[in-house]
């Protein structure tokens, strides 16, 4: 995601933002600026591509002199990275200069609000609403500004706001998205993350939601959403610069298990309006929805396992016929992709290979395609003739997880809106599965809270040599996806299988003590999953069980069971999945493998 970084003092600001961005890189980004306070205007220089661009575009910041600044790392949501999108954004007097973090879910109608009003933009972004919504507010107070920006905006947001008049203070708020302050010997800072201020100061204050920070050259100052006064206790970090890149947690990974919540909110919440499903980056009309004739879903890896979810739920709700394909069977099969069909590709880095290949044959056979793609930009994204982004920012751990989530998600959005268009749904069931969706983030904070648990399990089979993972529907699409984690970066062996399965061949593999982790969260489907717990504990298997809350019967045929909550059947993946997660980290730990650097393995597979 996006980094923000901001100072006021005596100091040169330009170095100090430069060095600040650096410390954030490594939270991915594709473009980067800075604004700085001369003394009579506020110089931006911004550009796309890595820090180094900028710095030598600002000659190391030598060039853009002042004591008051601003700077911003892209992680591009909406707009392309370029030149024009990146930040800081200004209004059109470049009197304000703003630096933002986070998503303006309602920035299309305030943009369109500004537009009647005669304002003109220059970029695609939610940001450069909020620096022409400063621009309408202001009448000379900033404070006041701000506090009625907070009114407005709906979404997250980190801003760090310059403003010309009042160049002797630099202001930060927050909503959703994180923002510190540091109180250093050379001056005050803001940033998104601890990373950016410790080479200048360990006495930070953590900004919560709607607070306001008030930074002049010689105090830090903080008032609340009604622009009143507050105080708040500074926090000295402890942690060193590579812990403090991770959060405080000991992994990247670790670090985007517990972002899950705030990337299924994140990709859910800008497309329910009003409890209705807006998708309008779809661009496809209900005309167009409802001739639809068939989906092929394509993808690879964890990409791939969300599809064989997404096939059971754009089967179960909208009843249009899936065909779900590996990208590297799919580009050589010749497929047969029929008149009304429509090719989904899913690709968290939107660059593998054999995705974007099974991308470009479905496209030169004319049919409508659409990227279901996590990075910006990226070449999926481009050349689909749609995209739907998953907004979880860079995932950094090559194992993926919260960009996992993100794709559920958009799947589970995109098979509800087909139904609703269709009218395969009724309202009520539609209201209700909207309710279901936006539970999902608590929940999954719920479940994470249970690691210590899973961790002590985990510590008993760090030396396994085979786990079987087995469900069936839905449940086997969780198997598929826990096993690849569990592989992945504990380099223990694994399989998934169809429950129904195991018995044709597999089961002779069961000996005393393997462990079978046995997905049941398909209430129609319990009874034949125990049974088929019942197989493999008579051949020895340890059973470890995740079903839904209140299906205490499972306890008498297995031997570890983990609840998730209750949840509509069709989106259990996003529940049952977390301690699958926690479970192959902390086997991984305990093995002593690298979490996030697995070996033989990449973050974007970009060769065949
Ligand atoms: C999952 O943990 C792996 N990193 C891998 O299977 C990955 O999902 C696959 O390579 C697809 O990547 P993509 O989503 O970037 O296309």
């Known amino acids: 995601m996006c980094g923000i970084v901001g100072y006021i003092g005596e100091a040169q600001a330009a170095p100090i933002l430069l060095d600040g961005l650096s410390k954030l890189e490594y939270r991915g980004y594709d473009s980067a600026g800075i604004a700085v306070y001369d003394g009579t205007d506020i110089q931006v220089k911004k550009a796309t591509g890595r820090l180094k661009v900028l710095n030598e575009l600002t000659h190391d910041g030598v060039t853009m002199p002042g004591t008051l600044g601003i700077g911003h790392t892209r992680w591009a949501t909406h707009g392309a990275p370029t030149d024009a ?19 303006i879910e309602n920035y299309l109608k305030v943009k369109k609000r500004l537009l009647e009003k005669g304002y003109v933009f220059q970029s695609d972004t939610d940001t450069e609403v909020i620096a022409h919504l400063l621009d309408y507010y202001y009448k000379g107070d900033p404070i006041e500004t701000i506090t009625k920006l907070m009114l407005r905006l709906e979404g997250s947001y980190a801003l760090g706001i310059i403003f010309k008049d009042h160049a002797d203070v630099l202001y930060a708020v927050r909503k959703d998205s994180p923002l510190i302050v540091g109180k250093a010997a050379e001056g005050s800072l803001i940033a998104s993350d601890v990373p950016a201020v410790l080479k200048y100061t360990r006495e930070v204050y953590f900004i919560q939601n709607e607070e306001i920070a008030v930074l002049s050259r010689d105090d830090i100052s903080f008032r609340n959403v009604d622009g009143e006064p507050i105080t708040k206790e500074s926090t000295t970090i402890e942690w060193d610069i590579n812990a403090a890149e991770k959060g405080g947690y000991e992994h990247f990974m670790q670090k985007e298990m517990y972002e899950q919540p705030k990337t299924v909110r994140d990709t859910l919440s800008p497309r329910l309006k009003d409890g209705r499903i807006v998708i309008e980056e779809l661009g496809m009309t209900d005309d167009e929805i409802r001739g639809i004739r068939k989906i092929h879903i394509v993808a690879c890896g964890s990409a791939y396992h969300t599809r064989v979810t997404a096939k059971y739920v754009f089967e179960g709700l909208a009843r249009i016929p899936v065909e779900v394909d590996l990208a590297s069977e799919f580009r050589y099969r010749n497929p047969i992709l029929e008149e009304g069909a429509l090719v989904i590709i899913i690709s968290q880095s939107g660059e593998t290979a054999d995705s974007l290949a099974a991308l470009r044959e479905a496209r030169s056979r004319g049919v409508k395609t659409l990227g279901i793609v996590n990075v910006v930009g990226s070449s999926i994204a481009r050349e689909a003739d749609k995209v739907m982004y998953t907004w979880a920012g860079p995932e950094i751990a090559v194992a993926t997880t919260k960009a996992y989530s993100a794709q ?20 009520r069931e539609c209201a209700g599965m909207i309710g279901d969706l936006k539970k999902l983030p608590e929940q999954i904070e719920l479940l994470l809270g ?22 069936r529907g839905i449940d086997y699409a969780i198997s598929l996806e826990g096993s690849l984690k569990l592989k992945e970066i504990s380099y223990i062996h694994s399989e998934a299988y169809a429950a129904g399965e195991l018995k044709h061949g597999t089961i002779s593999l069961i000996e005393e003590g393997t462990l079978v982790a046995a997905v049941a969260t398909q209430e129609d489907l319990y009874k034949k999953t125990i049974s088929n717990i019942v197989e493999v504990r ?13 299906n205490t019967e499972i306890e008498k045929a297995a031997d570890y069971v983990i609840y998730i909550p209750q949840t509509n059947r069709y989106f259990t993946n996003s529940l049952a999945i977390i301690p699958l997660q926690l479970f192959s980290y902390y086997v991984s730990v305990g093995r002593g493998c690298d979490v996030d650097k697995p070996r033989n393995l990449a973050k974007s597979v970009t060769v065949e």
């Open 538 to 550: 008579t051949r020895g298997a340890f059973v470890m069980a995740v079903t839904n809350t209140g």
């Open 85 to 103: 999108n990146a930040h800081p954004h200004y209004n059109s007097t470049e009197t304000i200069a703003v630096v933002h973090n986070g998503i």
């Open 450 to 471: 249970s690691k210590e648990r899973i961790q002590r399990f985990a510590n008993r089979y760090i030396a396994a040599k085979d786990v079987f993972f087995i469900g």
């Open 408 to 427: 559920l998600i958009a799947q589970y959005l995109l098979a509800l809106k087909f139904a609703q268009v269709r009218g395969t749904v009724t309202e």
